[in-house]
Each structure stands twice: as structure tokens, then as C-alpha cells.
């Protein structure tokens, strides 16, 4: 299955017909996208639920695994939130370490998956649908959060997001979460050569919707610049300890949507924050 075919199947389902560059609000994009990852995850966990494996903690499509880049430290012994889980196999791998992880995702359909994946490997991690901007978690009830591409780009407001997590939080614990590295926005989303040629401005915030003939958004992408980000986390409470920005591993070859070696080599795809919660 290509990665043409497997939006084709989403957008066919939900009557995509279009593109939009327009302001789109929390509502609006919270339906779209549980509609979007509902519709999607099957043919999602199919592309890829080999590279992420049942109980791994990939970071991003360059491969940078937790196991070697332990961006959370140690985690043994820590209940761990992870946002926007998917099938929640950084939870399993979290678990494996001696963690008590707790896995929380937007999508019924992506969490169905989790479910199987529990089954098929005997985790027994609590799964949890929510949306990131409101956690279903008491004050101070997490010793650490993460996030490898889940939640972020599609919520309205990434500032309720970080507010809720250091709610959530206990002090001093670690927060980490990769993204899309924000200067990918200028850029077409293409692994190939047309994905190399500078056609929009980085600083235009508007949102990327797909939208249905009516004109309702069938999916939703915020983008954010590197400095909207840390003006974010300073805002509410987090302290910025590291940005992670993975290079293209020699002989790594997977094309993973906007992904590839042309493009891995010649300028980031994934940036990692590593924050922390201040007291």
C-alpha cells in the first residue's frame, strides 16, 4: 500500500475533495481530526506498525529510538502520560523499563489498536481517549509526559496543551515531545524533488485544512515556528533543557510521507523538545 493510496482511503471516506489555507477553530478541528484518525488507522497502523513495532519508542520517522537517545531519563518506577499514544507502543516500551505508563489519545480507532497490541504482547496499559487540551488526569498525578508526533501539530491552542500538562505534572518532571520541524512548513509536503523548493512562508500560521464539498474540514494541521513554541512553553511554566534535531542515519532508506534520504540529508524533518516543569 502506497502512502497515495492509504489517504485516499480516509479522504474517500470522509468526502475530501480539497485543500484550504484558513483560520479553523478548537471545535473544528477537534472533530475533524478524531474523524480523520478514526478513518485512518487502520490503513496507518498497516504502513507502519512494523517500524514502530509492538513495544519500541521510535521518536520520529529518522529512527531515533528512546533506548539510545533516553530523552526522559530514567524512567523506572515514574507514571508516564503519553499524548496522542496511537497504538500506544512507546506506553509498552515504557512499561518494559519498569515505568507506569498511562496512554491517552484523541481516536477511538487508534486506540482499538493499542488495544490489540495489549493483547497481543500482555501489557496491561490503561488507555485513555481525551483530548490533549483537556487531560483527564488529576493535579500533579504524572511523573513524566511524552509525545513522538502525537497531539501537538493538531490542536488550536498548543498553550491549553502545555497549561494542562503542567497541571497534570508534578514539579521538576520532564516533558518531551517531537514535532515536525517547523521549517519543513516552507516546503511542499513531497519526499521528492518538488519537496525541495521553498513555496510557503514560514511565517504564516494559517492552518492547513482538507476539507469536504461543503467546505468542513476533514483533517487539520497547525504549524508553529521554533520561537511560537518556546514562547509557549516558557509561558506556562516549562523550561527548555534541549531541542533535538535528528539527522538521516547513513543507510536508513524508509520514505515515511514528506520523509525520505533526498530530503533527510539536506535539512531537518523532526525537532524534539526536551522541557522540564518548573517549580
Excluded at 529510538?65 to 515504557?94: F, M
Excluded at 517531537?178 to 519526499?191: E, K, L, S
Excluded at 514560514?202 to 487539520?220: C, I
Excluded at 534541549?242 to 532508506?253: F, K, Q, S, Y
Aim: glycine fraction near 10%.
Amino acid at each position: 500500500m502506497t502512502p497515495q493510496d492509504r489517504h485516499a482511503r480516509a479522504e474517500e471516506l470522509l468526502g475530501t475533495v480539497g485543500v484550504a489555507h484558513r483560520p479553523v477553530g478548537g471545535r473544528e478541528a477537534t472533530a475533524a481530526n478524531l474523524a480523520w484518525w478514526d478513518a485512518d488507522a487502520d490503513d496507518y497502523q498497516a504502513a507502519h506498525g512494523d517500524f514502530l513495532g509492538d513495544a519500541d519508542f521510535v521518536w520520529c520517522p529518522e529512527g531515533l529510538r528512546e533506548a539510545d537517545a533516553a530523552l526522559l531519563g530514567d524512567v523506572a518506577g515514574l507514571r508516564v502520560a503519553e499524548i496522542g499514544c496511537g497504538q500506544a507502543a512507546c506506553s509498552r516500551w515504557l512499561e518494559g523499563q519498569g515505568a507506569s505508563p498511562f496512554a491517552l489519545d484523541l481516536s477511538g480507532g487508534m486506540l482499538r489498536h493499542a488495544a490489540q497490541a495489549n493483547a497481543r504482547t500482555g501489557a496491561a496499559i490503561p488507555l485513555i481517549q481525551a483530548s490533549a487540551e483537556e487531560l483527564p488526569l488529576a493535579d500533579a498525578s504524572m511523573d513524566a509526559a511524552c509525545s513522538a508526533f502525537g497531539a501537538i501539530p493538531f490542536v488550536a491552542s498548543v498553550s491549553a496543551v502545555f497549561a494542562e500538562l503542567r497541571r497534570v505534572l508534578r514539579p521538576d518532571a520532564p516533558w518531551v515531545f517531537a514535532v515536525t520541524h517547523p521549517m519543513r512548513w516552507i516546503f511542499p509536503d513531497d519526499p521528492g524533488p518538488n519537496g525541495l523548493t521553498a513555496t510557503q512562508p514560514y511565517f504564516d500560521r494559517t492552518p492547513y485544512a482538507e476539507v469536504d464539498a461543503e467546505g468542513r474540514a476533514t483533517y487539520v494541521e497547525y504549524h508553529r515556528t521554533l520561537g511560537d513554541y518556546v514562547r509557549a512553553l516558557s509561558g506556562t511554566g516549562f523550561r527548555l533543557e534541549n531541542l533535538v534535531e535528528p539527522e538521516w542515519p547513513a543507510g536508513h532508506t524508509r520514505t515515511w510521507g514528506q520523509w525520505s534520504p533526498l530530503r533527510g540529508k539536506l535539512f531537518p524533518g523532526t525537532a524534539i523538545f526536551v522541557t522540564r516543569r518548573e517549580p
